[in-house]
């Protein structure tokens, strides 16, 4: 009988250590699925926000139309970011909390595919879908080392921050156009487009080498709540990105303006030279500002000027005369002597008789 009831206690033990096993296989199941998406869970957290409606009519409010200015001037700049107006885009070279520079800004929206990309040809920008680069093809010719990442059925490239060429960076070419609105009677200024340049260390010593375009109009709205710190002595972060482009708070030299034979200024003028050349352009874009609007003639304008402080200088001094004269005639009647009346000689009465 002692065997009889044995047997359901060993049924039960059975079924317990089962229900125990299969729930460490559960908790094991979970593991290995998180394992293997952990990569993406890392990447989602790292990845920049969406843009949200309010951000995309903002960014479409700002862009400025210049297709129909009947004044246009197309100048190529060179931004030397070791340069101290420039260096708020340089620094930090490293992400520090969570605060990074432009061009690891540029470079995680490039790999996250919410900002196009297009191919640098010299001479030409050509902002369409045939020209858009391969990401991949940049890392492998940049040597950038990368992870590749399969989310939604898409391959991903995943590069590490310690890996962006950040610090590698350290110029951005800006292509900007100054325009006349007619309508509007508006002389301004309008980024078009930055292409950030890598220096490498080859055989030969420091290369450099341009990676892509991008529009600044795509760029915008992802960088327009970036604060920055723009001066040595103030460090509170008062002005964002889009305040530092907008503002024209960079220093950039002219190499080339938009010309008919499409050739940049050392091709023309010797290299002694450039900087006279770039002072004249400079000028030229601010005498055309100053053509826009009439101005009196000045000479006019000074001799007008000097008769009236001529008048009114004469006016002025002969009050002042007039005000001591009334001051002084008080003075002198009190002093002067009232003269004596001569009185009628007086006739004797004895002698007229």
Request: aromatic share 12%; proline share 5%.
């Amino acid at each position: 009988m002692k065997r009889i009831y044995f047997i359901p206690v060993l049924l039960m033990c059975a079924l317990m250590a089962a229900s125990v096993a299969d729930a460490q296989d559960n908790r094991r199941t979970p593991q290995v699925r998180r394992s293997g998406d952990r990569n993406r869970e890392r990447n989602e957290d790292k990845a920049l926000p969406e843009l949200t409606v309010r951000a995309q009519q903002m960014n479409e409010q700002m862009t400025q139309d210049i297709g129909n200015s009947r004044w246009m001037r197309v100048i190529y700049r060179d931004l030397d970011l070791l340069d101290e107006k420039n260096a708020p885009l340089y620094y930090p070279t490293r992400p520090v909390n969570g605060v990074s520079n432009l061009c690891a800004t540029i470079f995680q929206l490039v790999a996250e595919s919410k900002l196009p990309a297009f191919e640098y040809v010299d001479g030409y920008e050509i902002f369409d879908e045939a020209h858009l680069i391969d990401f991949k093809e940049v890392l492998d010719r940049f040597e950038i080392m990368y992870e590749t990442v399969t989310i939604d059925n898409r391959s991903r490239y995943v590069v590490n921050e310690s890996d962006v060429p950040s610090e590698e960076v350290k110029s951005f070419y800006v292509k900007e156009a100054w325009f006349f609105d007619q309508n509007n009677s508006v002389y301004d200024v309008k980024l078009l487009a930055i292409c950030p340049f890598i220096y490498l260390n080859r055989d030969f010593g420091e290369q450099r080498s341009p990676m892509f375009w991008i529009r600044y109009e795509d760029l915008r709205p992802y960088v327009m709540n970036t604060y920055i710190m723009t001066s040595n002595i103030n460090n509170a972060k008062t002005f964002t990105i889009d305040d530092y482009f907008r503002l024209r708070m960079f220093d950039g030299e002219i190499f080339k303006t938009e010309n008919l034979l499409n050739i940049p200024l050392n091709a023309y003028v010797p290299e002694d030279s450039i900087q006279f050349e770039q002072a004249r352009i400079e000028k030229e874009l601010v005498d055309f500002k100053e053509s826009l609007w009439f101005k009196p003639d000045t000479t006019q304008l000074l001799a007008t000027d000097k008769k009236t402080r001529r008048a009114a200088e004469r006016a002025q001094k002969k009050a002042a005369k007039e005000t001591v004269k009334q001051q002084q005639q008080p003075a002198n009647e009190k002093q002067a002597k009232p003269k004596a009346e001569k009185s009628a000689p007086a006739r004797s009465v004895r002698r007229g008789r």
